[in-house]
């Protein structure tokens, strides 16, 4: 029997009631957005007593467990490389207290740097880095290894291109900045945040200084020959090597960092090895003809593990520098610190100064050096190679 118009016409309407009820069961529920990541846990420094308080830590970089750990890893992750062969931690080994033993660091091409490998401890004091202080972050300097044709030589966006194609470190780049996606500026901080961490204050020397230690009698006369000024105040029978000028020991950083010299920037010193200079130091940085021939006060912490000595490593021995300084400072050289030439005067028809330290006292004064050696630091696990 044929249909009605009114029944058809409600048999259509319910007929498309019942496709749009099973089309709103197959519709897909909006997803919930990921949720955001946890928000990275503050590190505490925790800095040894008898090392300044102040620190420098920047307010776009604070230091965080995850970005620490995820520094760790780029420090020693060879993908920062263009052949994937060397790292950060290829030129500065913790065994040698962050250098590498060589005269000059060489690089994946295998040609040499002209400069030593300088020691990364106790670097949230400096407020300038490398030999010349072209650098004056960590954040800043940690670039520069990585694209200098001599070291890594690779563009840091091709590193950065490498990490992301990883499994490994999307997921740590999201807990340590809150994104998966890993730029320039995140890697950058990542690395600095952990070596602001490479803190060395454990040698016996601070041991001593707490009275968990004694120095021995050669070690105790050491420390009074580098502390002692020959030739200041008009007394020039005292006897010493005025060591702590430069390499202020009253901070405990055992580095310069308010020390100005003449003609030249605070921090900076020529110290008498040239007449000329193949290598300008500060000046490439400044332009300053005062600052020719200067370069950064290095720390003398953990000395005795990071041979070879001065910019250039032309001295292979602690016993080779400190004849350098009682005996072979070039007093003519330009812009030579003047504190070095407040010893007594150079001997006739001679162009370099002397201390006159005996052969004894300079065997003392390399052994009270070698109490700056803190092993707790060289074989710390936070800072070894978590690869």
């Keep these: 029997m044929p249909l009605s118009s009114t029944r058809l016409r409600s048999c259509l309407l319910l007929s498309a009631a019942v496709l749009l009820s099973a089309a709103a069961c197959h519709r897909e529920e909006p997803q919930p957005a990921d949720p955001k990541p946890d928000a990275p846990t503050p590190y505490t420094l925790v800095l040894p ?32 490389s263009s052949n994937n062969t060397m790292s ?13 033993g060589r005269r000059l660091a060489v690089g994946v091409d295998g040609i040499a740097h002209q400069r030593n490998s300088m020691s990364l401890v106790n670097l949230l004091w400096e407020p300038t ?12 300097q940690a670039r520069k290894p990585i694209e200098n044709p001599v070291e890594l030589h690779q563009s840091l966006a091709t590193g950065v291109s490498k990490l992301q194609q990883t499994p490994l470190y999307p997921p ?17 901080k990542a690395l600095a945040q952990f070596e602001r961490t490479l803190i060395s204050g454990n ?16 070690e105790r006369a050491g420390k009074l020959l580098y502390f002692n000024h020959p030739g200041e105040g008009g007394n020039s029978s005292a006897r010493g090597g005025s060591c702590d000028h430069c390499h202020n020991g009253n901070n405990f950083t055992f580095t310069n960092a308010t020390f100005a010299t003449a003609g030249g920037t605070a ?31 290095p720390t003398l912490r953990n000395i005795a593990l990071t041979a070879p000595y001065m910019h250039d490593g032309r001295f292979q021995t602690l016993e080779e520098v400190v004849d350098h300084y009682n005996e072979h400072i070039e007093r003519n050289s330009p812009n030579v610190n003047p504190i070095l030439l407040l010893s007594n005067p150079a001997p006739a028809g001679s162009n370099s100064t002397t201390l006159n330290l005996t052969a004894n006292e300079k065997r003392q004064l ?15 696990p936070r800072f070894s190679n978590p690869f």
């Design 129 to 140: 880095l490398n030999w010349d202080g072209a650098a004056t972050t960590l954040e800043t």
């Design 88 to 100: 950060c931690g290829s030129c500065h080994q913790q065994s040698k207290a962050f250098t590498d």
């Design 172 to 188: 740590l780049f999201a807990k340590a900045f809150g994104s998966s996606t890993i730029t320039e500026a995140n890697v950058l």
């Design 203 to 218: 040698s016996r020397y601070e041991k001593s200084l707490l009275g968990q230690t004694r120095l021995n009698d050669d």
């Design 366 to 380: 390399v052994a009270f050096l070698k109490t700056l050696t803190d092993s707790t630091f060289i074989q710390d």
């Design 49 to 80: 007593t008898q090392l300044p308080q102040n620190v420098l830590i920047p307010a776009d970089n604070p230091l965080t467990v995850e970005g620490i750990d995820l520094g760790r890893k780029l420090f020693y992750e060879t993908r920062l």
């Design 267 to 297: 921090e900076f010193v020529n110290n008498g090895l040239d007449m000329t200079f193949a290598d300008p130091g500060r000046f490439n940085v400044t332009g300053r003809n005062g600052d020719k021939g200067l370069f950064r006060v």
